[in-house]
């Protein structure tokens, strides 16, 4: 029996939310803006970076990680 392996970069859309927990009450918030391969071909998430903490939201900006990394350390809302 053959599986077909799925593509990561098929499985996030632009505007899609992700999170990455760091402390108990402090984690960051994603939202893609697009996917794009650098000048080497690696693909890269472009995202609006917000920290989120009970009570409190602060806008970071935009960030830009790889895609693996990405989809390594960031969840989708539950």
Not at 29 to 40: G, N, Y
Request: hydrophobic letters at 40%.
């Amino acid at each position: 029996m053959l599986f077909k392996k799925q593509n990561i970069r098929d499985s996030i859309a632009c505007g899609d939310v992700f999170y990455r927990h760091m402390m108990l009450s402090l984690q960051e918030q994603a939202k893609v803006l697009r996917i794009a391969d650098d000048d080497q071909g690696i693909p890269h998430v472009h995202y609006e970076k917000t920290v989120v903490r009970t009570g409190y939201r602060e806008h970071a900006g935009p960030h830009v990680l790889a895609l693996a990394i990405f989809t390594r350390d960031f969840h989708a809302a539950v």
